[in-house]
């Protein structure tokens, strides 16, 4: 069974009873493939050094007889002396001898001698040089070598070190001398570069990383390609280079019709001489017996090719060996295929020939006085008339011998084995294929294909005599660079081993190839070669005409550590993804899901379809959990036919799995960023992410949904000069948390977007593909139980977040990415003496927003008022890069932001104080700012219960509405309605508040740490279950406990990580006499001043003080606190009571309202995207009051200026 897993069978088996059953299995990437065709098969080495594998290593040349006849080109034909140069050159790299007299004389040699002279031709025996090596030491290559320890398996890829291959001649000078090489890949057809470019794309199938895993159309169809500049050379052999080329003839590339035809099996006939009267000892043995070795394959021959008549009739005859591998199967297939020519025997001869066969079968093959130790075997090369065809029947090779084995060639040489057999007593065995299969031949020597033509025009071959492939037919012109160097050249069987005569011949073409283009072949000789260590003339760099826009070409130091990085792998797996990706130049920020949804939605109705086949390698534990490093590297291809270039192939590219992301608080994301290059040369760009976030949470439909759907979108770099209406990509700021390891270019250009999915049974697939590295079992069990206990445990952070530890308050110093101080603090003393703060920022006079003549503008005041329990830092918020403090500054306008006795304040920590108190500090900030910078009515901005605590003061007098130039209402104003939690809470019978404050306490801090009480540290615990809408679960102890107090504040994907993370040092507490009284108001509708009065104002003697104030309303549109109810309701009264100018003669519309889609509630202030969603509409209003209709901004030349453009250009 270990064996038949290096096999891989192809081909049409023609049962003489049956019709063609066709054939397609075993492991493509196995040592030998048996390609089964009409009356002959073929076995065939699959590897890095090809048939040289699986050969016996003998070295004969052909005779000259047959280089003399018609089917060669004259240049051949008529001087075939002129090979020996060649000959000679080979005869130097592969340094054949033969088997040494003073080494153990072995059976199978001395039995072939005596068969020899009964047969009549002991002169014709001899022994045979072969390309084993008798002695060690480094080769002509400078590859150390170990002389031959004689197995008899030099078949199988005898491992001893003494099998001299291409491997350890030709391909490690190659390696030695800067060559590239690439295993597992199998050539498909090759395609005429028709642009600029030139050259030739060589598109082949990756077998690499379980890609066989996956559907054959997959395998065979998501091709990768390398393109060749100058020249290909073939050296597939006669089988893979002719199946290569008839199907790039398919694909469009013009050569002869001979391609296919005038192929040879070489007249290889297979046999065997079961149960000899002597020992033979052909059975390959990993260990044989020093004194009676097995020895090579093939050692000696009966080489009756010199001196007939026809020189087509000569013939050779070798023994051979039957490898260990195989022993089993050939001792099954002796047992049934008895033979149909034996000698008379005797009654004791065929009870010892019973015995014998009783022993193999109980004792094994290797049993003294076995059969199978007496079986030889016979090789036969002649001549077969060169008649076979290889063609292409639904993308298969079909190959055609015509009755080789019914022939009278096979005849002959049947009765002369026969007569050889009978000499020592065996019986002569065919192969099973001969009897179960109307008399089927095998051949290990294919040749032709693709012939070299007998007049170099290509109406007598495929090729000139240096392997130039024609272009037609009729012509002697040939494809430049296209030169087949291997066995299908040969237009001819040469009745002998072939392995010299190609050898030969591709010295010949590669030769003249260097000749013709100017080139100088370096014979310097190589010293002792280090395979695991560095080449000796390392790769010149091959990319810098094609280099992919990313980054260019990598440093040494960034190769150097990808290089160490690939050391460190730990898994690798294939995954296949598909969907529908359109082609676009839409502006739309690509990290909005809902931009690829729409993209992926115009994709499917236009049929855009979208392939990607990656493979992954994974680095190992360390790097895996380190954030700052790619969590493996990604190798594929990408197919979407209505991108320009399709298909495209992706190197070098970076995965990072679960990686944090600002995204969106409590997310990870899967990256996938790849540079790509297209069939055409068109460099692109790939990236994209699967979004891990709180929807998971304890639901595995979403988390299947989330790991396998990847959003996409394909960018291509603009020139510096382009277009300025060109759309450009827009990517949000955060981003660039996730790919910040490499930046985009300036001018990115979007070309496609869309969605990617990881089918069920593409998932089933990709699990068969992991596959741990190691050395040992062990080491692989390691790797593969860290990996998955890092996706396990990565996975399940997500899909049990609500049992998942709870996030506690960082102790300590806190550095913020944008910390943002005021220019001024003031002291603020209220009418009741309540001390609170006010602080202030000033524009800076080099980043201020110009006029319509490019001069600064009049810095004008704005008064902020934030909500309870929050401070001045949710407009100055230090955890996002544009806040907005930032935003109005730069904006001409000098921010006041008051910090009332509600707010997060030392002096009035956990004090009780409400809205109705905090009026009077709003007041006396007021007070201030007029008092400083002059009677001037004031713009102010006022968000949620300092916005209701405003409302307050205005409605009841205490505020003087002149002294208002106009109000932006931040989520309520007059009219506070919760939603639904907060309303339930509010109405509900059981008053939470009073719960709380008889058992736990008056104040509700948001604040909490490990070190609290028991009580606090059980409502933490419950609180894990809190209801939330799918997608809102976190696991921070503070976003709980204000989401107790107030309702959730905040989408949560709007927050960035930091933001979420430090939230306890943006929110103080409450008091529950504020909270009974904020549940009171906005269950009822109406601000409202304390108990026991609680005096609504609601009247129209209150609204009236509202008369000719300018009021922008604005609300989350998925708030969470406050239900839009309470602005509509607020804007409606107000127009009822003024109309749409606010009371203003000719006063335009002053009453505006709007839903901001996406956003909660406080989010719309410390939102990560906030400056671009929010701000700028809040600005806009401001300045239409402030500075008129007519007014237009015109932003700074400073640092968020660039940022701004930066997301917009860059990300």
Known sequence: METFKQWRFTGDITPSSLGKIAVNSGNPTGMFNLFFGRDQSVILGNGLGGSSLINANVFLEADK???????????????????????????????????????????????????????????????????????????????????????????????????????????????????EMFCKCEVRYIEKVQDERGGYLIYFAWHGRGRERFAAENTYGDLMWVHAKKAVFFGAGSIGTTEILLRSKQMGLSM???????????????????????????????????????????????????????????????????????????????????????????????????????KSRLLGPFSKTGLLGNTQVFLIMSHDGSQATLSLKNDRPVLEFQGVGKSDRVKRFHDILEKATDAVGGTLVYTPMYHFMNKHQITAHPLGGVPMSRDNTAANGATNHLGQLFTSNDTSETHPGLIIADGAIIPTSIGVNPLATI????????????????????????????LFGEP???????????????????????????????????????????????????????????????????????????????????????????????????????????????????????????????KATGSSVLTYDCDMSGANGRSLRLRGYKLVDASVSLSPLQMWRSTTTLYVSITEKGTHNEDANQERIVWHDDVTDFYQEIPLSVGEKLVARGILNLRPKDFISEMMTLTPSGNSFLNKAVNMSKFMSFFTSKSLSHFLTPLGSLEYPEQGFVSYMNYTPPSQTYTIVASDGIETEMHMWEPSPSAVATDSWGSP???????????????????????????????????GYRVFVTVHRICQLKSTNKQDWTTYDSRLDIKACLQQIRRVYGNNKIYTIAHCMGSVAFASGLLDGTIPSEWILGITCSQVFMNPIWNTMNMIKARSPVAID??????????????????????????????????????????????????????????????????????????????????????????????????????????????????????????????????????????????????????????????????????????????????????????????????????????????????????????
Request: charge should be negative; charged fraction near 25%; proline fraction near 5%.
């Open 503 to 530: 050898a030969a011949l591709a010295e010949r073409t590669v030769e003249a190839y260097a000749r013709e283009n100017g080139l100088i072949i370096n014979e310097t000789k190589n010293d002792v070669l280090d």
């Open 256 to 358: 002869s019709d001979w391609v296919g035809r005038g192929m040879s099996g070489n007249g290889d006939v297979l046999a065997f001489g079961h149960n000899c009267k002597q020992e033979v000892n052909a059975l390959g043995k990993a260990s044989p017996d020093p004194a009676n070795p097995v020895g090579p394959t093939i050692t000696c021959a009966i080489d009756n090719r010199e001196g007939l008549a026809n020189p087509l009739d000569g013939y050779i005859i070798q023994e051979g060996t039957m490898p260990h591998a195989f022993s089993q199967l050939l001792q099954c297939v002796l047992d049934l295929l008895p033979g149909s020519h034996s000698p008379d025997k005797s009654l004791l001869e065929r009870t010892q020939e019973a015995m014998g066969l009783w």
């Open 65 to 179: 007889e047959i280089l003399n006849t018609g089917f060669w080109p004259p240049e051949i034909r008529k001087d075939p002396e002129h090979l020996d140069k060649y000959y000679q050159k080979v005869r130097d790299v592969l340094e054949p001898e033969t088997y040494p007299d003073d080494w153990p004389a072995l059976k199978k040699t001395e039995i072939l001698d005596k068969q020899a002279r009964v047969l009549g031709l002991s002169d014709k025996f001899r022994k045979v040089p072969l390309t084993t090596r008798f002695r060690s030491g480094p080769n002509s290559s400078g590859v150390n070598m170990s002389a031959s320890t004689l197995t008899g398996q030099d078949s199988t890829g005898l491992n001893d070190g003494s099998k001299t291959t291409t491997l350890v001649t030709y391909l490690a000078d190659a390696w030695n001398w800067g060559a």
């Open 994 to 1211: 009073k719960i709380y404050d008889s058992v736990l306490g008056n104040w509700l801090d948001c604040s909490t740490s490990t070190e609290d009480s028991f009580a606090q540290r059980s409502l933490n615990q419950m609180l894990r279950f809190w209801p939330e809408k799918r997608g809102e679960a976190c696991k921070n102890a503070a976003c709980h406990r204000t989401t107790l107090l107030f309702g959730r504040c905040w989408s949560h994907r709007n927050l960035n990580e930091e933001t979420h993370r430090n939230m306890d040092r943006f929110f103080g507490g409450s008091s529950m006499k504020l909270m009974h009284l904020l549940k009171r108001m906005g269950s009822r509708g109406y601000v409202s001043s304390n108990a026991p009065e609680y005096e609504e104002f609601k009247e129209q003697e209150h609204i009236e003080r509202l008369r000719g104030i300018p009021i922008m309303f604005f609300v989350g549109e998925d708030s969470d606190v406050l239900s839009p109810r309470a602005t509509e309701t607020s804007y409606e009264r107000l127009i009822d009571s003024f109309g749409i100018s606010a009371g203003l003669p000719g006063g335009g519309v002053q009453y505006r309202r709007r839903l901001v889609p996406g956003y909660g509630h406080l989010d719309c202030w410390m939102g990560r995207n906030a400056w671009r969603d929010v701000y700028p509409f809040v600005r806009e209003e401001i300045d239409r009051v402030v500075r008129g209709e007519s007014y237009r901004f015109r932003q700074p030349n400073d640092r968020f200026k660039s940022f701004a453009e930066d997301c917009e250009s860059h990300y």
């Open 536 to 662: 000796a003339h390392k790769p010149g760099n091959r990319h810098s005409s094609e280099s992919t826009y990313g980054s260019d070409e990598e440093t040494p130091d960034q190769l150097l550590n990808r290089i160490e990085l690939l050391r460190q792998k730990s898994i690798e797996f294939t995954e296949l993804m598909s969907g529908f990706i359109h082609k676009t130049s839409s502006s739309a920020a690509v990290d909005d899901t809902s931009a690829y949804e729409s993209d992926f939605r115009a994709a499917k109705g236009r049929g855009e379809i979208g392939r990607l086949l990656l493979s992954a390698t994974v680095f190992d534990d360390e790097i895996l959990r380190d954030e700052s490093q790619p969590s493996g590297m990604l190798t594929g291809t990408f197919v979407c036919p209505t991108i320009e270039g399709s298909p495209f192939m992706l190197s070098r590219g970076d995965l990072g799995l679960f990686k944090r992301t600002n």
């Open 857 to 891: 503008v009049k810095v004008e005041n704005l008064f902020m008022i934030p909500g309870a329990s929050v401070d001045h830092q949710i407009f100055a918020l230090p955890t996002i890069p544009y806040n907005a403090v930032n935003y109005l500054t730069r904006a």
